[in-house]
Structure formats: structure tokens, C-alpha cells
């Protein structure tokens, strides 16, 4: 077992580890989270034995191997494949060292030991994890200069899951892949037969991939059992009652220190006034849960547009050669919320780029509402802002004519205050960067606006923002994205990119999850369905009044479960504990109600979507 016990560590003067500890048994799957600065990274840099810790023991197994996936895997004339297989430093030792031993009782060690490694189907499984990552098997005998450095790290990954470390540390594993990837390392990292801890802000990883929770906060460590939704749910609840409970002491001490303040000074109470004062000196503080600072994205509205905002007729694109897309008959709306599905290679960027302007058609017709203003985020554009600019500088240069406090409310708006407002965008963090070209993409009030992977770099607050900011805006929306928490919340249509051409894909995020983890091998055709007949106005009409009926029992529920948070959090509550445990329990309750109600609400609402269909 992994074991932390009492670490102390400081970064230049200030503490991100004060006695902190805990324990993670052999072959548990952990996710670390905690708020961006509080020292993930660097608690993985401590196991590693990079850096010195200043107080404390971190203690592993005996001859433990920890593996961790390298900046990145660099550009040489060496094969992908080859490059994976290296990774397995003993293999490669004892392939080397058998080619030359002579002994024969050496010579027989080594062939033990390559079978008990399973050094014989080494490439099938180095390949086999290529392809999970995006490598097609004629891709995988390139070297690896041929590929861009986001590729290489994916070649960095499949490199330590090769390896097969007794520890795995990965380090946002997922902000180099697509939908695809990102699926297919779910479900390996679930089956690792070893010990692996993961930061990462993507929800659906963390949902699906680990047992636990190993959160840092105020410079400790809590290991909770469970997944991230059953981690945030327990944390809210501590959080209330960790604030009742600070509520409650801060009332009993105002009344020692009033009888306190009352009595000293009189000879018959001055026994009872220092009893009370050696009371208010034996209580241990609780302190009130810090309030996350709020997290927001606003979007400026369009005006409405008269629908369709893009149409397609027969249209194909590409780069100079033969098509990547050909014969696309499509249709955009502005209230459509479209996810693209699709592997690496089939045209999902191709496709982004033509409805964003950037690519021409080379064949068919395109048409776009004459007054439609469209809004492009891509990965690449936070790499392209200038490092030497702030924040402010950007946004002055497109819109000159604006004052600075316009200017400084917009930044706020992205979460970028008066401090970041005026730091060198170099020395702005990751999320920071997102959040200001998220900033100039909306500018405009775009009546379209196009997301490729806009959560990279996004902790998972500000992903719940942008989901809010997305379910309000009042244009449309086409996402490409590897996070399937922010697909499932905003997009209600879904298009698959695939073998050159684009098409709606009948089933939900679910199968198309299913699908991909069935393997590469096409699915078994589903015999053709008749078609099933519309449904009539008054079946609609019932569907629609089901909906209905779910939505209020949520908002019951929902608005119970406030005013049962307002009496937990009521300090004299707790003088009287089996009335507070009787609420507690009413609590608990209400919230398993919420979960059964939003189950039937989303029943109803892919009942309705079918029907409609």
C-alpha cells in the first residue's frame, strides 16, 4: 500500500502540505482533485521522490515501480510500436541480455522471466493499446517525428500502460484525447491490474474509472470512498452541517462571553465568570466551510434569426486532394445543440472549419443567413495568444472604441479579475488562457458558436459554469469534445462523422459509448424496423403533460431540499439531537426522492425526444 503519513511541503514559503495524510490499499483506482494550486502535481512529484519533503514519511513497497507519463516522447526516426515496446525497460534488458548470454543456467533465468512478463505477446499488446489511443495499425509503424506533439503524448501514455507500473500516475490523461480515447482509457485504466492515481477534471472518467476519491484541501488529504458524484454529494452534505456546527459554537461562545463580560467584575458571580472563561479557552474552533469563489461564463445574446441559420446541399471539403467530406445535405438552426461524434482522421475538425468559415466548400452549395456572426474555439487558439499581451490589451484591440471599465466588467464576466486582467498572458495558468479565448470567440455574440475540446485546461467548477452558460444561450452550439458530462448535459442532437460523411446517429451517448468499447469490429446490423407511425397530437400532447408532471415534482423536491438546508444549518437545531437526526433523516431522503425524480424526468424527456424524432 501507497502510505502518507504527516507530510509537510512548501512552496517558496508557502504550505501546501501541513500534516497531511492518508492510505491507499494495493490495486485501488484513486482520483485526486482538489482546486487548481492547492498541489496535486506536486504531491505526485513527492511520490516520485523528485523533491524532499520537509516533514513527514511517504512509504511504498519494496521495489514498487511508479510510472508517470513523460512531458513528452521525442520526435525520432524510431517506430510508434517500437517506441511502446521500449518502455518496458526489463523486457528490453533481458531481450538485449539473451542475444549475448552463454550460461546456460542464465540463459534459462531469463527465458522464466520472459515468460512470467509475458514478454511474447508484447506487441499485440503494445498495439492493441496504440489503437485504443487513435493509432491505426499503419500509423503505429511510422516514426515518431512524422506525428504533431499532442500525438506523441498520446505515444508518451500508451508507452507507461505498456510498462504496467505497480503505480500509475497520470496527470490529466485525457486533455490529449478525443471522445474516442478518452473512452477507450476508461475502460483500460478499470480493468489495470495495479494500483492507479489520476488528476483529472473530467467528471465521466472519474465517475467510471476509479473507486475513490483522494481530495486536498486546506493542505490536507481525506480519501472518500466512492465516485466523484457520490465524493461531491458527501461534501456537500459535511459542508452544511460543518457549517451548522460553526454557527452553533459561534452562538454559545457570544453567550460565555456575554455572561463573561456581565459578571467579572461582580464578587458573587466571579467564580462562575472564570469558569466560563476557562470554557471559552478549552473550545476547539470549527470553522465555517470556505465558500468556493463562484464560477461564470456570459455569454452576450444574439438577436434571433430567421431559422435555417446554414443549409448544405450536396457540399464536399477538403484540403487540396480528394475530399474529407463529400455529399453533406445538412441543416443548422439556432436553437440546435449538436455534439460530433466520430474517430480521430474521419472529419469532425474538417467539418468545424467549413461551418466556421475557415474552409471553402469544393463542391455543392453552402448557404448562410446574410447577418449570421459566427464564434470559433479551438485547442490550438489558446496557444496562438500573445504571451507579451494581457488580457486587457487583447480585448482593447478588438473592440478600441470601449472604455476600460466595459472592458474589465467583460473579463470579469470570463472570471478573469482586476489581478489577471493585467498579468502577462505567459504567466496566466492553462484555465486562465482557455477562459480568455472562450472570451474572444463569444465576443461577438455569435448566433453560432463552435467548441472544439473547450474543457482542456478547465477544472471541473468552471466546466459546471460552462454547461450553465451553454444551456442558457440563445444560439446555437456545435461541440466537439472528449468530456461526456458536458455532451450529455448541453447537446440534444448528435452527428456521427464517419467514412466521409456526416449523418445523425440514432442512439444516444450511451450506445455510442457501448459501441466503441464492443470493439473495432462493425456492430451486428439491427434488422430493419417498419416505421413506426407519427404519434398523434393527443399521444404528443400526453407525453408533453408527463414531462410536465416531472419537471414540477423536481422543482418540489428541489425547493423542499432548501428549506430542509435552512433548518439543518439552524445552530439551535442541534441542542435538541434527536429532533436533528430526525431531519437529518428527512434530508437524506428528499435527496434520494431528487435522484429517483430526475431519473423519471429524463425518462420522460427521451420519451418525448423519440416520439418527436
Known amino acids: 500500500m501507497l502510505k502518507i503519513s504527516d507530510i509537510t511541503y512548501s512552496v517558496e514559503g508557502r504550505p501546501l502540505f501541513e500534516g497531511a495524510s ?33 516533514g513527514g514519511t511517504i512509504t511504498l513497497p519494496q521495489r514498487a515501480r511508479i510510472g508517470g507519463v513523460a512531458q513528452e516522447v521525442p520526435s525520432s526516426a524510431t517506430s510508434l510500436l517500437d517506441t511502446v515496446l521500449e518502455a518496458d525497460t526489463e523486457r528490453a534488458a533481458l531481450l538485449a541480455e539473451a542475444e549475448h548470454a552463454t550460461d546456460p543456467h542464465r540463459i534459462a533465468d531469463i527465458q522464466h522471466r520472459l515468460a512470467d512478463i509475458d514478454a511474447w505477446s508484447a506487441e499485440g499488446r503494445a498495439s492493441a493499446i496504440l489503437r485504443g489511443l487513435g493509432f491505426p ?14 500525438w506523441r503524448m498520446r505515444v508518451a501514455l500508451a508507452g507507461v500502460l505498456f510498462a504496467q507500473p505497480d503505480y500509475l500516475l497520470l496527470d490529466e490523461p485525457t486533455n490529449y484525447l478525443d471522445l474516442e480515447g478518452a473512452l477507450w482509457l476508461e475502460s483500460y485504466l478499470a480493468k489495470y491490474p495495479h494500483t492507479v492515481i489520476i488528476i483529472s477534471h473530467d467528471r465521466g472518467l472519474l465517475n467510471r474509472a476509479v473507486g475513490s476519491i ?125 455534439a460530433l461524434l466520430g474517430r480521430n482522421g474521419e472529419g469532425k475538425s474538417t467539418l468545424s472549419k467549413l461551418l466556421a468559415g475557415k474552409l471553402a466548400p469544393v463542391g455543392g452549395t453552402l448557404t448562410r443567413s446574410s447577418k449570421l456572426r459566427i464564434g470559433y474555439f479551438a485547442q490550438h487558439q489558446v496557444d496562438e495568444l500573445d504571451l507579451a499581451e494581457t488580457p486587457l490589451q487583447h480585448i482593447q484591440r478588438l473592440r478600441p472604441a470601449e472604455g476600460q471599465p466595459r472592458l474589465r466588467a467583460r473579463l470579469a464576466g470570463f472570471g478573469l479579475g482586476a489581478d489577471q486582467a493585467e498579468t502577462l498572458v505567459g504567466r496566466l495558468s492553462g484555465g486562465q488562457k482557455a477562459r480568455l479565448s472562450l472570451l474572444l470567440a463569444t465576443l461577438d455574440a455569435p448566433h453560432l458558436l463552435i467548441l472544439d475540446e473547450p474543457t482542456n485546461h478547465l477544472d471541473i467548477e468552471s466546466r459546471e459554469a460552462l454547461v450553465e452558460a451553454l444551456t442558457e444561450y440563445s444560439g446555437a452550439v456545435i461541440l466537439v469534445s472528449h468530456d461526456m458530462h458536458l455532451l450529455g448535459l448541453v447537446a440534444d442532437r448528435l452527428w456521427l462523422v464517419k467514412d466521409g460523411g456526416v449523418a445523425p ?50 422543482a418540489k423536491l428541489n425547493e423542499m431540499r432548501d428549506r430542509l438546508a435552512t433548518k439543518l444549518a439552524d445552530p439551535a437545531l442541534y441542542e435538541k439531537p434527536e429532533e436533528a437526526a430526525v431531519w437529518q433523516k428527512k434530508y437524506a431522503e428528499v435527496m434520494e426522492g431528487l435522484d429517483r425524480a430526475e431519473d423519471m424526468w429524463m425518462a420522460a424527456a427521451e420519451r418525448l425526444e423519440r416520439a418527436a424524432a
Open 137 to 150: 495499425a499503419e500509423d503505429q509503424l511510422r516514426p515518431c517525428s512524422d506525428f504533431s506533439g499532442g
Open 505 to 554: 446517429y440514432a442512439g444516444d451517448l450511451e450506445d455510442y459509448r457501448r459501441e466503441l468499447l464492443a470493439g473495432d469490429e462493425p456492430a451486428k446490423p439491427e434488422k430493419p424496423k417498419e416505421k413506426a407511425p407519427k404519434p398523434s397530437r393527443e399521444a404528443m400532447a400526453a407525453l408533453k403533460a408527463d414531462l410536465r408532471k416531472c419537471e414540477e415534482r423536481l
Open 214 to 338: 483522494l481530495h486536498l484541501e486546506n493542505r490536507k488529504l481525506t480519501l472518500w470512498s466512492g465516485s466523484y458524484d457520490q465524493f461531491a454529494r458527501a461534501r456537500a452534505e459535511q459542508r452544511a452541517v460543518q457549517a451548522a456546527e460553526a454557527k452553533k459554537q459561534d452562538a454559545r461562545r457570544a453567550h460565555l462571553q456575554s455572561f463573561v463580560d456581565r459578571f467579572k467584575a461582580k464578587a458573587t458571580k466571579a467564580a462562575q465568570a472564570q469558569s466560563r472563561v476557562k470554557m471559552l479557552e478549552k473550545m476547539t474552533p470549527i470553522l465555517a466551510p470556505e465558500e468556493a469563489k463562484a464560477v461564470v461564463f456570459s455569454f452576450p445574446a444574439p438577436e434571433q434569426l430567421s431559422p435555417p441559420i446554414i443549409t448544405m446541399e450536396g457540399v464536399s471539403v477538403g484540403y487540396g486532394g480528394p475530399p474529407v467530406l463529400k455529399r453533406l445535405a445538412l441543416r443548422i438552426d439556432q436553437d440546435d445543440r449538436i
Open 22 to 54: 492518508a492510505t491507499i490499499p494495493t490495486g485501488h483506482k484513486v482520483g485526486l482533485v482538489g482546486q487548481n494550486g492547492t498541489g496535486k502535481t506536486t504531491l505526485f512529484r513527492l511520490i516520485r521522490g523528485e523533491l524532499a519533503l520537509e
